[in-house]
Structure formats: C-alpha cells, structure tokens
C-alpha cells in the first residue's frame, strides 16, 4: 500500500522530536497544521487536506481518531505523512477531472 514514487516526497513534516503520544487531533487552519499532542505537529496541510471525507469519513481526523493515547511510531508517522501527500494528489486530480468534464459539457 502507498507504494507509489510520487509519495517519496511527502508535501507535509513532522518537525518536533518529541515522545510522538497522540493525545489531541487539533487542526490550526491559519498555521495549516494537524497537532497531535501539544508540541507535536504534521505541517503545511491545507484546510481541503485536513476536510477530506471518504465513505462519511473524515480520513486524517478519522485515522488520528484511532489512536488517541498511543505512541506513534516511525512507521506511523511515515504512513501519515503519505496519507496527506496521497490526499493533495487525490484533490489535484479530482479538480483537472472537474475542469475537464466541465469543458466537455461546454461541446455537448
């Protein structure tokens, strides 16, 4: 799963070293983070990133849901932060869909 090479480079971090315990899932819409604790953060997630849904699912809210009280590990984090790169790319896409499906209407 989430073997693409265009994940390789993630579009958010996860700056702070810390003991990497979800304990909050906080979204700060003006610094375009997602807290997981108070010193914790993954950063320059947009507020489209942070609303997606999927199946009546907030998908980044919904995985940090889950794991509210654990440690997060290396892997985790990794697996989050291509969660988010996958998200921006899934959002890009849809708008160049919408864009082009719009002009076909136009012909039509």
Known sequence: MLKSEKLG?????????????ATE???NSKEKRIYINEKQYFDSVELGIWNYYI???????????DRI???LSPEDINHYLKVITVLR????????????????????
């Open 9 to 21: 480079t993630p579009f958010s971090n996860f700056p702070v070293t810390s003991d990497n315990v």
């Open 25 to 27: 899932r906080k979204y």
């Open 55 to 65: 199946g009546g699912y907030q998908v980044l809210d919904k995985w940090l849901k």
């Open 69 to 71: 009280g654990k440690i």
């Open 89 to 108: 790319w899934t959002i890009k896409i849809q708008e160049e869909i919408d864009k082009l499906y719009s002009e076909i209407e136009k012909r039509s």
